[in-house]
Structure formats: structure tokens, C-alpha cells
């Protein structure tokens, strides 16, 4: 107004994408997944962890790993379609998953160590994800808020090299790591994690979910992903807070009410998993094998 020429309005796409991105290379990806060599003769599979809030994705994470595998919309881990923000009693039991392709298990093994909450003492404690990683605790140990003792008969007192886990995936909901007023305390529980597994060598990576909720150019495009201003806004986020680099932030969209697979949610899926196992087996590669708690 007042005769200065208006200004356009802000529109919610880059010109550029923020990340480049193949999304022809499913066959590709699918291909090198299915064949992939660990970088270790004596471990049949390598052990990734999967950490975050109640509600953030890990299950449907799982689930279309799982799906874009198979070429149809599997199961396997139980998602928890309740408002997350309040449903506190799902059992926080540690449960892995083997990656299946249609007649063969996979070198890979999904563990999800579930809620980590933003409450000091509710959910996880970050020690135990520490314990977890480095082997100690057993499948189907029920976390509560008191840390696993030694004593504890789900408690290994010294765990194989299959019983680590080389890469520590934190599943973060692109629509709370802006807003949440409880940030901080799940951001500094995120950091004592951090701190303790950085110095072992130990990479984390972030799997941003819900990216079709956070941005409507998404949700009508999903190959819009990496031109959406609220994304990259929201990887930055991620970056800053968590302290994970850009490019080992994985924004996607999981299958969550699909009936069918497609090729665009698959791709991002299998290149977001594919960085995960190479990352993992990369520090396979340097014999980790920890040693004290
Ligand atoms: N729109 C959308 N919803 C999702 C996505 N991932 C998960 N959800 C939904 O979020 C809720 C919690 O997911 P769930 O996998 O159970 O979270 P978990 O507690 O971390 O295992 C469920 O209702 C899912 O359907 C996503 O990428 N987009
Ligand atoms: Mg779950």
C-alpha cells in the first residue's frame, strides 16, 4: 500500500532443493540392501537402535522399512494410533526386529527401545539407552524408571559383538522438535546420550517423521520434500538441538494408513535405511567393541 510496489506473498517453496535427491534409485537401493556385505565375518547381522518419544514413528518407521521391502504394507511392530501426548501406559518393552526381504532375513536387526520422554523421570532414562546399546540389556526387558541393575536377570554382564548396537537412530516427529514447550528436558536426556556415545565413536542419525503432517506441499507431493521451507527449517532444528549433522537427518514420510506401497514414500524410506546400515557397518568396520559402563 502507499504506492510502494507490494510485496509477493512468502511462499512456502525454494526455488532450489536444499538436498539432492535420486528419486529414481529404488531398484538401486533395494538391490544394494538386499546384498549387502557387513563389514564383519563373524556377525550374521548388525544391531541398529531405535530411540525416541511415545508417538514419534519408530513403529511405523519399522513397519515401512519393513513394507517397502516387500512391495505391500506389513505389520510388524504394533503402532499406537491413541493421542500419544497423554497415552503413557503402552509397555516399554525392548523388542527387535529382523529386515525380511519375501524369502530371505536380511543382515539387519531394528531394536526399539521406545519412549524416551520429555519428563525427567518419566519413560527411559538415558542411561539405560546407553546399557542398551552397549549390549547389556536383554529382549523383552520391561524399562521402567529405575535404571536396570546388574543384579537384574535381564541384565548382561558382558555382551557379544551381536548384542551392541552400531548406529543409534533417534525417530523425532517433524511437528514437536519447533514447538514443544518439554523440549529441553528431552533435548538434554538426548545429550547425556550423546556425550556418552560420541566419545565411544558410536554415530547417530536422525529419522524425521510425519514431514506430509508439518507441510501441506508435502502432503500433496511428498517429492516436494526437499523444496519445502519448513522442512529444511525443521532438519535445521534438528541439527541445532540434537547436534546431528544436516546430512545425517532423514526427513520421511512413513506408511501409516496407506493399504499400498508406492514408489516415491519408497525411495525415501530405503535411502533414509540404506544411510543408517552403511553408517552402522562403517563403524562395524573400525572393531568396535565396547568394554565399560
Ligand atoms: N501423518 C503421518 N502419521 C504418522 C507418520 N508416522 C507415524 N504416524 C502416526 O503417528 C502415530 C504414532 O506412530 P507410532 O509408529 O505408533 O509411534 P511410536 O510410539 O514412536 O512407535 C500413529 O497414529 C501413526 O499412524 C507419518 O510419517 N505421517
Ligand atoms: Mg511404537
Not at 512391495?71 to 494410533?81: C, E, F, L, P
Amino acid at each position: 500500500m502507499g504506492g510502494s510496489p507490494s510485496k509477493p506473498a512468502e511462499t512456502p517453496e525454494l526455488d532450489q532443493p536444499w538436498r539432492n535427491f535420486d528419486w529414481g534409485e529404488k531398484d538401486k537401493l533395494k538391490e544394494h540392501l538386499e546384498y549387502f556385505q557387513l563389514k564383519s565375518q563373524s556377525l550374521t547381522h548388525i544391531k541398529i537402535l531405535v530411540a525416541g518419544q511415545i508417538g514419534a514413528g519408530k513403529s511405523s518407521f519399522i513397519n515401512s522399512v519393513v513394507s517397502a521391502f516387500q512391495g505391500k504394507i506389513i505389520s510388524v511392530a504394533q503402532t499406537d494410533a491413541s493421542d500419544s501426548a497423554i497415552s503413557h501406559s503402552f509397555t516399554q518393552t525392548l523388542k527387535a526386529y529382523r529386515i525380511r526381504r519375501a524369502d530371505a532375513d536380511l543382515p539387519f536387526e531394528i531394536c526399539d527401545i521406545m519412549g524416551l520422554e520429555p519428563h525427567t523421570l518419566l519413560g527411559i532414562q538415558p542411561d539405560d539407552v546407553v546399557k542398551t546399546i552397549h549390549g547389556h540389556v536383554k529382549e523383552g526387558y520391561k524399562f521402567t524408571e529405575n535404571p536396570i541393575g546388574h543384579k537384574n536377570e535381564s541384565y548382561k554382564e558382558t555382551p557379544s559383538l551381536s548384542d551392541q548396537a552400531f548406529c543409534l537412530v533417534y525417530v523425532v516427529d517433524a511437528n514437536t522438535i519447533q514447538f514443544s514447550s518439554n523440549d529441553n528436558i528431552l533435548i538434554e536426556k538426548l545429550r547425556l546420550i550423546r556425550k556418552r556415545i560420541s566419545d565411544e565413536g558410536i554415530p547417530q542419525v536422525v529419522v524425521l517423521t510425519k514431514v506430509d503432517e508439518l507441510c501441506p506441499l508435502v502432503k500433496k507431493d511428498l517429492q516436494k520434500v526437499f523444496y519445502s521451507k519448513k522442512i529444511r527449517e525443521a532438519v535445521r532444528m534438528c541439527n541445532s538441538k540434537i547436534g546431528v549433522p544436516m546430512n545425517l537427518i532423514f526427513p520421511v514420510k512413513n506408511y501409516h494408513e496407506e493399504t499400498q506401497t508406492n514408489d516415491v514414500a519408497d525411495v525415501l524410506i530405503l535411502n533414509a535405511f540404506q544411510q543408517i546400515v552403511c553408517t552402522a557397518n562403517e563403524r562395524l568396520s573400525h572393531g568396535f567393541s565396547h568394554c565399560s559402563d
